[in-house]
């Protein structure tokens, strides 16, 4: 790493930053400690997948339901007559973004979105549409940066310690506003995907 690095000089403001506690070493379930970035985020990872494969399948009849109408839904014919995505439903959700927080892996921050001028969240809205009609989810949106962040008052050494939280402004935008669009056909029915 050369001094002209970006990560050197983000490095050297961490250390000088008051109250700075840097991340100890993880320590595996037999106690054992790991330095190894890659160790850590196998470690991380297997956090996460424990907590998320949890989920207790108890409802069976309820499971079942879901499954019918997931089924349902699937074979249903697309439709032409779809709600476009407005540009004030848009505008909504950039003004509640919050400023401090980090950018994702495009480095697009939502202070910048913020800043967007008018055209273009309007060119952001017809990528929106475009994606929405021709049921498309762009992959660059769900490639990411997962950040995790201790916990208060928890051991800084076990990976379960930290919250993790994922960064990418524009895939964020899209499924909040998918999310919108979806629950709309199906409030008579009071199903919510």
Request: positive net charge; hydrophobic residues 35%; proline residues 7%.
């Amino acid at each position: 790493m050369t001094p002209s690095h970006q990560a050197y000089w983000g490095l050297a403001k961490a250390l000088k930053t008051e109250g700075y506690v840097p991340t100890p070493a993880f320590r595996k379930s037999d106690n054992s400690i790991m330095f190894n970035d890659r160790e850590k985020v196998e470690c991380l990872a297997g956090s996460i997948e424990q907590k998320c494969s949890d989920n207790r399948l108890d409802d069976l009849e309820h499971i079942h339901k879901v499954e019918e109408e997931v089924h349902h839904i699937i074979f249903l014919p697309p439709k032409d007559d779809l709600e476009p995505i407005t540009l004030d439903k848009i505008s909504k959700y950039i003004k509640a973004l919050k400023f401090r927080k980090a950018p994702g892996i495009d480095n697009i921050s939502n202070k910048a979105i913020k800043c967007f001028y008018a055209s273009l969240v309007t060119l952001l809205v017809a990528i929106f549409n475009v994606c929405y009609k021709n049921c498309y989810f762009p992959t660059a949106w769900k490639e990411t940066v997962v950040i995790g962040i201790p916990k208060l008052e928890k051991p800084r050494d076990l990976p379960a310690s930290y919250r993790l939280i994922v960064l990418r402004v524009s895939g964020k935008l899209f499924e909040k506003t998918l999310k919108t669009c979806m629950r709309s056909p199906y409030r008579k029915r009071s199903y919510n995907p």
